[in-house]
């Protein structure tokens, strides 16, 4: 009955390699997004899509995209991972638009060796 | 720019006790939306309270209350009765516009 899911919960992977990361949100929502936290537990906004379309796009290297099937889905791919990319990735998702609460996934960590 | 200020970076608190934590925010924004989320150390991201700015009156969910003074840009978070599960890190939240803006934490010790 998990609300918002993510796959995997743990990454460990190569400098260079490709790898996505999986969220599905069964809550019937139309807006999903992603953050990042780093070592220091900061989290900022890295992407927001409404209904498959994007909405937000903060500033973050072209190397990470997302990718939404359909409203349930939004994935992020990352190619050519650096040892900066190393992080907590969490996907949220919220009802309508972005003023309403959003519900987070139990978040995956990535580590970049 | 549109900030979150925690000054807090830890704080402790005796179980049954009742702890503040404290928030501000910079935003020219007239109508805007506050959360206080909770991490614990399972890493999982809990809503804890929301407030809504044009809302004079001030959000409370059980034991958790906020203290919303938008003159000052203020939104601090009372636990009250704290209780072992609360221990984990404490998160406050805006959204201005188009996107949520998080401080940078308040790490939440409660004590036996």
């Known amino acids: 009955d998990t609300a918002v899911s993510q796959t995997p919960k743990y990454l460990v992977t190569q400098m260079g390699n490709d790898k996505s990361i999986k969220c599905e949100q069964n809550?019937?929502?139309?807006?999903m997004y992603w953050y990042k936290q780093d070592s220091k537990k900061f989290l900022k906004i890295m992407f927001s899509?409404?209904?498959?379309?994007?909405?937000i796009n903060e500033t973050v290297p072209n190397r990470f995209s997302p990718k939404s099937p359909d409203k349930a889905h939004l994935n992020l791919h990352i190619n050519s991972l650096e040892l900066g990319d190393s992080a907590v990735y969490f996907c949220?998702?919220?009802?309508?638009?972005?003023?309403?609460?959003?519900?987070f996934g139990p978040g995956t960590r990535l580590t970049v060796l | 720019a549109q900030t979150v200020t925690q000054s807090q970076p830890e704080m402790s608190v005796q179980e049954a006790e009742t702890v503040t934590l404290s928030c501000t925010y910079d935003?020219?924004?007239?109508?805007?939306?506050l959360f206080w989320y909770k991490q614990p150390p399972s890493r999982q991201m809990i809503l804890v309270i929301r407030?809504?700015?044009?809302?004079?009156q001030n959000a409370t969910e059980n034991r958790f209350s906020v203290n919303f003074q938008k003159a000052a840009k203020s939104f601090s978070l009372k636990i009250s009765d704290s209780q072992l599960g609360d221990t984990a890190m404490y998160f406050c939240?805006?959204?201005?516009?188009?996107?949520?803006?998080f401080g940078a934490g308040t790490r939440l010790t409660v004590k036996p």
């Open positions: 407030q809504e700015a044009y809302k004079q």
């Open positions: 899509y409404n209904n498959k379309e994007l909405i």
């Open positions: 935003t020219s924004e007239s109508n805007y939306y």
């Open positions: 949220a998702s919220s009802q309508a638009t972005h003023t309403d609460t959003q519900y």
């Open positions: 809550l019937g929502h139309d807006t």
């Open positions: 939240a805006f959204i201005p516009n188009n996107d949520m803006r």
